[in-house]
């Protein structure tokens, strides 16, 4: 089938993700490697979907739920060179960086823990990532108590002084 369609995440709550798109088949094991190293008490899980050679989903984690729900997320999207990363006890904000700085890594499309859908177009043998929904379209602007609540909330959780 062909044309625009959008394909809805799956994660457990209280999971965030990182969806992004890379050009190799190493990937899988540096990205590990980049939550390992900087988040030892990462629970997590990678896939990878290959867009050549044996176009296999590679995937690594330490946890068999996280493992499970990444692959079908990365066969639901059905595009070649995407990953998926599904987080656990750790923000993206902890290790986002560092997976920009993969050099296998050329975008990331999501960083996140709100509802996620993903554009996507079908042509042929093939699909690419047009775009993403993330989370949901803002209801108004922040008031005065808006702005303290979200500076308290960051220095409350750590990410400001």
């Given at each position: 089938m062909e044309g625009?369609?959008?394909?809805?995440?799956?994660?457990?709550?209280?999971?965030?993700?990182?969806?992004?798109?890379s050009?190799?088949?190493?990937?899988?094991?540096?990205?590990v490697?980049?939550?390992?190293?900087s988040?030892?008490?990462?629970?997590?899980?990678?896939?990878?979907?290959?867009?050549?050679?044996?176009?296999l989903?590679?995937?690594?984690?330490?946890?068999?739920?996280?493992?499970?729900k990444?692959?079908?997320?990365i066969k639901?999207?059905?595009?070649?060179?995407?990953?998926?990363?599904?987080?656990?006890?750790?923000?993206?904000?902890?290790i986002?960086?560092q997976i920009?700085?993969?050099?296998?890594?050329?975008?990331?499309?999501?960083?996140t823990?709100?509802?996620?859908?993903v554009?996507?177009?079908?042509?042929?043998e093939g699909?690419?990532?047009?775009?993403?929904?993330d989370?949901?379209?803002?209801?108004?602007?922040?008031?005065?108590?808006d702005?303290?609540?979200r500076?308290?909330?960051?220095?409350?959780i750590?990410?400001?002084?």
């Amino acid at each position: 089938m062909e044309g625009i369609e959008t394909v809805k995440i799956e994660f457990p709550e209280g999971t965030n993700v990182i969806l992004g798109y890379s050009h190799f088949i190493k990937t899988v094991e540096d990205l590990v490697e980049i939550i390992r190293t900087s988040r030892p008490d990462a629970i997590y899980a990678v896939a990878f979907s290959e867009a050549s050679g044996d176009r296999l989903i590679r995937y690594e984690g330490n946890d068999k739920e996280l493992i499970d729900k990444s692959i079908e997320n990365i066969k639901n999207i059905g595009a070649g060179h995407t990953f998926l990363i599904i987080l656990k006890n750790v923000f993206p904000i902890a290790i986002l960086n560092q997976i920009k700085q993969c050099q296998e890594v050329g975008r990331i499309f999501a960083a996140t823990a709100n509802p996620l859908e993903v554009v996507i177009y079908r042509k042929g043998e093939g699909a690419g990532i047009l775009g993403v929904i993330d989370g949901f379209t803002p209801l108004g602007i922040e008031k005065e108590p808006d702005r303290e609540k979200r500076r308290d909330l960051l220095r409350k959780i750590g990410y400001k002084n």
